[in-house]
């Protein structure tokens, strides 16, 4: 990654001028393993009639340059109203659970766009409700 100049306060003409590449005292300096971990995951929202909550937040980190392994947890919350003529109901589930996975990357810039061709292999085990066993919330 492409460091930028770091600049001195203007002199008297106010041009701003380059600092000469030294280090810093006192500063952070962050941790080489630090470079090869990625945070990712996702995030999504749905509200109406059918509620989706869906939090999944996962961590990476790469061993070499071919092989990358992580963890991640998942959360789902469901909610669901159903009407029937004067009746309505509404169910709701919660899922929950964590996974690990592996890619393996035999392929980097393959397309002109720079993108890689990889191998991605992933176990999940998910505390599951289906809606069939969810709890009628409310029964009107």
């Known amino acids: 990654m492409a460091q930028l100049p770091k600049y001195n306060d203007s002199d008297s003409s106010g041009v ?22 990625y945070v990712g995951g996702g995030l999504g929202l749905q509200f109406g009639s059918y ?15 071919v092989f ?11 909610r669901v109203r159903l009407t029937s003529g004067p009746s309505s109901y509404i169910f709701e589930t919660n ?33 599951l409700e289906d809606f069939a066993s969810a709890s009628v919330i409310k029964k009107g």
């Open 16 to 37: 701003t001028k380059p600092n000469k590449a030294e280090p810093q005292k006192g500063k952070f300096k962050r941790p080489k393993w630090f470079d090869h971990t």
């Open 68 to 78: 990358m392994g992580g963890i991640g947890f998942t959360y789902l919350y469901n």
């Open 95 to 127: 899922t929950y659970g964590g996974r690990a996975f592996a890619r393996l990357l035999p392929l980097r810039n393959v397309f002109s766009n720079g993108d890689a061709f990889f191998l991605h292999g992933e176990y999940e085990i998910l505390n």
């Open 51 to 65: 509620t989706v909550v869906d939090l999944s937040p996962m961590v990476a980190y790469e061993v070499g340059k």
